[in-house]
């Protein structure tokens, strides 16, 4: 695939997974044996469409208005790096403690590898421990 099909692969994977909260995208777009590391947490693996959707499904059971605005898009080869800010509203308790409903902003970064047109690798970075602390007003 070129680099700007790849552009296009992750522009429509924030828009659609994220911003639309469409799972059957992730079945779309994500390898079946991919793998999206750090996210949840720093040392997460999660493997293929079903991983990743489970976590996707507990992300939205925590937050609503998921909104995931692009800042940077570079393609290189196989490979788009990605800068992006979250905005969302924490209200409800699937993260493990009660819904504060706070609005809340998480900035991060992601790094994908494209393959046959789907997503083969992605490498998430993202403070979401401090971010929990704040929701939970700690």
């Known amino acids: 695939m070129s680099e700007q099909a790849n552009k296009a692969l992750a522009r429509r994977w924030f828009e659609e997974v994220w911003n639309q909260g469409r799972e059957s995208t992730i079945d779309e777009l ?19 469409p079903g991983d990743f959707k489970t976590i996707h499904r507990q992300f939205h059971g925590a937050f609503s208005g998921i909104h995931i605005d692009i800042d940077d898009l570079i393609a290189e080869g196989d490979r788009v790096a990605i800068r992006w800010t979250c905005t969302m509203t924490h209200n409800g308790d699937a993260l493990g403690f009660p819904a504060s409903g706070k609005k809340t902003t998480l900035g991060g970064s992601s790094f994908i590898t494209c393959r046959d047109g789907k997503l083969i690798d992605g490498w998430n970075f993202m403070d979401l421990t401090k971010m929990t602390l704040q929701l939970q007003g700690k």
């Open 30 to 48: 994500f390898h079946p044996q991919g793998k999206a590391y750090g996210f949840p947490e720093p040392e997460s693996v999660l493997h293929g």
